[in-house]
T-cell receptor
């Protein structure tokens, strides 16, 4: 799996958009970008994933640059409950036994 | 919607004892993963099973073993426990071939070895 680089921590004001960047300059053509988050001591939670087009769901939006070397996860209106560690993971989906490799992540602190 | 169930949620053991953690995947999910998360660390992959067969192995100590049963539940067996085994253990399940290929995590088992 391609290596990713994320800032270790970020702050965001409640109600504002949180923009979490991820660099994955060595991504290969068949690898997707996945985002998971882990609220303190809970199991990681899937947020969103994409290949090259921008994606949006009820939780967040994912913006992938045209060269696919970086992406940004956007939480449009952050709440206190969004405080968590956010992991950007690049991998090929749908391979049987394909584990997730968690590394670093961004600790997002949403403040009142 | 049904989620991944793990039991027990908390477990306290002494050094050199054994422990068994159980995982019940989401119905119709055929793949189970085990992860270990030490204090202040990221989750680390231990082992996975697909259709009751071991499919991948990560940094799982030889003292640990696991299996997936005919009803797809999985058990992680840990022997000769060491202080360093104190961690959160997460199980995740996945349905292969789905349009949204993703893993769903359970709430975890917190193991404390004294």
């Amino acid at each position: 799996d391609a290596k990713t680089t994320q800032p270790p921590s970020m702050d965001c004001a409640e109600g504002r958009a949180a923009n979490l960047p991820c660099n994955h300059s060595t991504i290969s053509g068949n690898e997707y970008v996945y985002w998971y988050r882990q609220i303190h001591s809970q199991g990681p939670q899937y947020i969103i994933h994409g290949l090259k087009n921008n994606e949006t769901n009820e939780m967040a939006s994912l913006i992938i640059t045209e060269d696919r070397k970086s992406s940004t996860l956007i939480l449009p209106h952050a709440t206190l409950r969004d405080t968590a560690v956010y992991y950007c993971i690049v991998r090929v989906p749908n391979n049987a036994g394909n584990m997730l490799t968690f590394g670093g992540g961004t600790r997002l602190m949403v403040k009142p | 919607a049904a989620g991944v169930i793990q039991s027990p949620r908390h477990l306290i053991k002494e050094k050199r004892e054994t422990a068994t953690l159980k995982c019940y995947p989401i119905p119709r999910h055929d793949t189970v993963y085990w992860y270990q998360q030490g204090p202040g660390q990221d989750p680390q992959f231990l082992i996975s099973f697909y259709e009751k067969m071991q499919s991948d192995k990560g940094s799982i100590p030889d003292r640990f073993s696991a299996q997936q049963f005919s009803d797809y539940h999985s058990e992680l067996n840990m022997s000769s426990l060491e202080l360093g085994d104190s961690a959160l253990y997460f199980c995740a399940s996945r349905s292969t071939g789905g349009a949204k290929e993703t893993q769903y995590f359970g709430p975890g088992t917190r193991l404390l070895v004294l």
